[in-house]
């Protein structure tokens, strides 16, 4: 798994414990990194069928990316897998850029089958799909039972070359079914009736990303990139933490309004919001702690940062910290301490 997601599903787990809610698990996860591997560790490794290619990666610190130019390229994922087994929930997620839209049938991004296509005249049951329908934009299609009917949400549009964010979330024990483009929501079918317990538990049989489960239809032409299968429905705060993490540049120590250069101006929010509590890193919390507190932490990344680059301290208004930094004030402490007890030892 890398690095970033690993991060991201650790808070997230943490977070459920927390909040007694069900941890997200990743069950297949698809970065194209020059070959079609499972880097969740699971070891659910892809197949590369008509020689797709990779090209430039979609999103920021991915290095590559899956391209498909013709129909019949696609990733085939391994037969009878745990995908999406006895799952209270599903969220199937993928970057994608279209390179052609012509034609009027859907093209799928990821399906995760339930039955074999091949067995019914070549569609089969898809129990989670997101894909772009050309009459609908972006959909998500869902069913919990492998003999129940699918239901469907769809919302957005794509224009060739584009980079989109796609995530589809399917909660079988509540009911509820979503979409989201770019990390935000944009369509919703919630209460469905059929959709009471967890996801069927049986094997998902077949699974393919960039085209339908049997390989041979609705073919994605583009690049598709972080391709990802949860066992678990995403809440919306989730999707959106993880596409910002994949959008933004990581920021830059000391840098408080993220031009990507640490100057005398980022030491302003800092000033202004001093001991001050429920501040964002625009406000001069630096460290992100959860309380929001600007204090010596913050300025101490600032200073250290703008020095290293060759700045000076020069000049500046430093007198909203004239009280030592924690550290000074710890040693004159037990300096004091110190003092004292040698005086009681003097019989003083």
């Not at 745990?82 to 929930?89: K, V």
């Not at 279209?98 to 049951?125: M, Q, Y």
């Amino acid at each position: 798994m890398n690095l970033k997601l690993c991060c991201f599903v650790m808070i997230l787990g943490l977070a459920g414990q927390w909040c007694g809610q069900a941890q997200a698990v990743v069950t297949g996860e698809y970065l194209f990194n020059g070959t079609a591997n499972d880097t969740s560790g699971l070891g659910r490794h892809g197949t590369l069928v008509g020689s797709p290619t990779f090209t430039a990666g979609l999103y920021q610190g991915s290095s590559n990316a899956l391209l498909q130019t013709a129909n019949g390229q696609s990733v085939q994922l391994p037969a009878n897998t745990d995908f999406i087994r006895n799952a209270p929930g599903a969220t199937l997620m993928a970057w994608v850029r279209p390179d052609d839209l012509s034609g009027t049938g859907a093209r799928n991004i990821l399906v995760v089958n339930n039955s074999d296509p091949a067995a019914a005249g070549g569609i089969g049951a898809g129990r989670a799909i997101i894909e772009f329908n050309p009459a609908n934009g972006f959909r998500a299609i869902g069913r919990q039972a492998d003999s129940g009917g699918s239901t469907i949400v769809s919302g957005g549009t794509a224009t060739i070359g584009q980079t989109y964010f796609l995530a589809g979330v399917f909660d079988y024990l509540n009911g509820d079914m979503f979409l989201y483009l770019d990390g935000v929501q944009i369509a919703s079918n919630t209460n469905i009736a059929t959709w009471t317990t967890n996801s069927a538990d049986s094997a998902n049989l077949v699974a393919r990303i960039g085209s339908h489960a049997d390989g041979a239809q609705q073919h994605w032409i583009g690049a598709i990139d972080g391709a990802r299968i949860f066992n678990t429905a995403m809440s919306a705060s989730d999707i959106l933490t993880l596409y910002n993490a994949e959008t933004f540049p990581p920021p830059l120590p000391g840098d408080t309004d993220g031009d990507g250069i640490v100057e005398p101006e980022d030491l302003t929010p800092i000033r202004t919001n001093w001991r001050q509590t429920g501040k964002t890193r625009l406000q001069g919390n630096l460290s992100g702690d959860t309380a929001g507190l600007v204090d010596f932490t913050d300025f101490r990344e600032w200073k250290t940062a703008i020095l290293a680059g060759g700045g000076s301290l020069a000049g500046l208004d430093l007198s909203f910290a004239s009280v030592p930094e924690p550290s000074t004030e710890c040693g004159v402490v037990l300096g004091m301490l110190s003092a004292v007890g040698l005086r009681r030892r003097r019989g003083k």
